[in-house]
């Protein structure tokens, strides 16, 4: 017992007494742990501000604040120009979405009349998918009077050529 309690301390002796390792060497040049400094992040609205209180005190006069100026009016042809662009893409995007809806309701009264023919329950097919179809036909009527109105609208709004 005697000899082991010697071993360790004989081992702890030699621990004590051993060099550091190049980390703890580092850390202890280092100086410990760093305090924390309070540095603020400068701003656009900081930099603004030294900017207008170097130029005056650069000046020794006061900065007076910028006058803002006011809008030029557009030409009347441009203004006519920008509206009718304007115009012109209102009424495209009305076209496009008017051909979307034809579209999606071609395919759902296609879809309709393919579940009317698949369905074996004639009591079924004829008083729910026949409604609904025909409810889809009418829709698909509207969207298609929108779509010519909406191209009408486009082509009018075209430039004519000579």
């Known amino acids: 017992m005697k000899k082991l309690l010697a071993l360790a301390v004989l081992l702890v002796a030699i621990a004590g007494h051993a060099e550091d390792s190049p980390l703890v060497k580092a850390a202890k040049e280092n100086g410990g742990p760093k305090?924390?400094?309070?540095?603020?992040?400068?701003?656009?609205?900081?930099?603004?501000?030294?900017?207008?209180?170097?130029?005056?005190t650069a000046t020794g006069a006061?900065?007076?604040p910028k006058a803002e100026t006011p809008a030029v009016p557009m030409p009347p042809a441009i203004a006519d120009q920008s509206k009718l662009v304007h115009a012109r893409a209102d009424a495209q995007k009305r076209a496009d979405d008017a051909q979307i809806k034809v579209n999606d309701l071609d395919k759902e009264l296609d879809r309709l009349e393919q579940s009317y023919y698949a369905e074996n329950d004639p009591n079924y097919r004829d008083k729910t998918i026949a409604a609904r179809?025909?409810?889809?036909?009418?829709?698909?009527?509207a969207?298609?009077?929108?779509?010519?109105?909406?191209?009408?609208a486009l082509e009018k709004l075209q430039p004519k050529e000579p």
């Open 35 to 56: 305090k924390k400094t309070t540095k603020k992040a400068i701003t656009n609205a900081d930099v603004k501000k030294s900017a207008v209180k170097s130029s005056a």
């Open 62 to 64: 006061k900065v007076a």
């Open 133 to 141: 179809f025909d409810q889809t036909k009418l829709q698909l009527e």
């Open 143 to 152: 969207a298609r009077k929108e779509l010519a109105d909406a191209r009408d």
